[in-house]
């Protein structure tokens, strides 16, 4: 394997730090406003069911990353599981997809949705203040992490707290103003008609909602005790956040009715203020503030890492892949991603990029999963102290998942899917472009993807 930068790491994150970046890298803004398109296509007992099924789906993609995690606590994630499974190449066309385009879009994307929360809150005319806000949240977060990971985990344990306050006043909420009629929220309002989606259409922005638990495996070589680490902080992570998301939509479907939910364009904002009035939706919407910056946080934190992994190994410029010796942090790296999300944020072109890259994101999940089944085969005498259970039945659960969520991705979206492929087939030339320019200066590799 190529000789890496990413032993320079310091391992100072701990479990509690680990479980906040599993919560806080899946729950953004998602829970907030998804439910209500959720509850236009399903009835109570199904919408909530939705969200059970997608949260035990994506336990069983948990599972998987908490083997890959244990096998190799090393920074960068998929791009490393690609890399030793399938060789260089496939791992280059991962790492182009997400860190230099999926990563910095969403940073952007969501930068955006903090900026005009934070303005909604404070009464700020957005279109005015959206934009510096969302870059100067952007430079502030990458300002805090050149500090190094423990600065980047303390800001980050602050606002996933914050996000969890501010959905336990959501459950408060919608509990106090339907206590005298909870089992009116197992009832579909026969006013609302209800289409018929597929269940996998019903299911996809659930799952959506629930993505981002990968960030943590980005970070494993600042986690401590990794292979105990790891496993224990994605279970508890994602556990965590089902028991929010499940109580979560209870809440809104009994402070709201099932007909209130499903009509509603900003249900958390409706039912802050349907109990606190003004103050409730302005209370709720620094919450949704807290969520997304807590988000960009981790997205920063994870996608330097990544580019800073794939820059070690002579596939982006070189002074990309140092890690600062006094603070351990990929200065350069953050800088980089932190810049081109700026850009983003500031030119607005950040939804096409994720549109784009939605299918190309999902293609890496699967085939990191994947390498499960290569390290099964390859390494079945090397000692594992964490292994996923029912294998192979939960790691081919997940890929069927995934690949569902491809196809349906695809149907109801050729033209996005068609791009996201385009995207990472352009990673091709690149890739030997990056070989040649930097092949005579790079350690030379027994896997090399060719």
């Known amino acids: 394997m190529p000789a890496m930068t990413t032993p320079s790491y310091l391992r100072r994150l701990n479990t509690w730090d680990a479980s906040m970046i599993v919560i806080g890298g899946i729950i953004g803004a998602g829970i907030f406003l998804t439910p209500a398109s959720v509850a236009q296509h399903a009835s109570p007992v199904v919408d909530l069911s939705l ?22 606590p090393e920074t960068g994630g998929i791009y490393i599981y690609l890399r030793e499974a399938f060789g260089l190449l496939p791992a280059f066309l991962f790492g182009w997809t997400m860190a230099l385009v999926n990563y910095p879009g969403s940073i952007a994307a969501v930068a955006t949705v903090f900026a005009e929360y934070l303005c909604a809150a404070l009464g700020l005319p957005s279109p005015l203040y959206a934009k510096p806000l969302a870059v100067g949240a952007i430079v502030f977060i990458v300002g805090i992490n050149l500090f190094g990971i423990r600065a980047g985990a303390w800001m980050l344990n602050i606002f996933t707290m914050l996000k969890l306050v501010a959905i336990t006043l959501l459950v408060v909420a919608g509990l106090v103003i339907g206590h005298d009629h909870l089992g009116l929220a197992w009832m579909a309002d026969p006013a609302v008609p209800l289409s018929r989606w597929s269940f996998v259409g019903a299911l996809m922005p659930v799952l959506f909602t629930y993505s981002g638990f990968h960030y943590l495996n980005d970070l494993a070589g600042e986690v401590r005790n990794p292979q105990v680490t790891l496993p224990r902080a994605l279970a508890l992570g994602i556990g965590g956040v089902m028991a929010c998301y499940v109580l979560a939509n209870f809440a809104y479907l009994a402070g709201l009715g099932h007909a209130g939910l499903a009509a509603s364009t900003a249900p958390a904002a409706d039912l ?16 949704i503030a807290c969520s997304t910056f807590g988000y960009c946080t981790i997205a920063i934190a994870g996608g330097a890492r990544v580019l800073q992994t794939m820059a070690a190994d002579g596939l982006f410029f070189r002074a990309v892949g140092r890690v600062e010796i006094r603070t351990r942090a990929p200065q350069v790296a953050l800088a980089v991603l932190g810049a081109w999300a700026i850009v983003l944020a500031w030119s607005g072109s950040f939804n096409a990029l994720l549109n784009y890259t939605t299918v190309g994101e999902y293609l890496g999940h699967m085939f990191g999963v994947g390498t499960l089944f290569w390290y099964r085969k390859h390494f079945i005498d090397q000692p594992a102290p964490y292994r996923v259970p029912f294998y192979p039945l939960l790691p081919l659960l997940f890929v069927l998942t995934v690949f569902a969520v491809i196809v349906a991705s695809a149907i109801y979206s050729p033209g996005n899917a068609g791009m996201s492929l385009l995207i990472t087939a352009m990673g091709v030339p690149v890739y030997y472009i990056w070989r040649w320019w930097s092949g005579r200066h790079a350690t030379p590799s027994p896997r090399d993807g060719q």
């Open 272 to 287: 802050m203020r349907k109990l606190f009035g003004d103050h409730g939706a302005t209370v709720i919407a620094v919450g």
């Open 51 to 72: 969200w059970v099924i997608a949260g035990l789906l994506t336990l069983a993609g948990v599972l998987c990353y908490g083997e890959l995690g244990a096998r190799r």
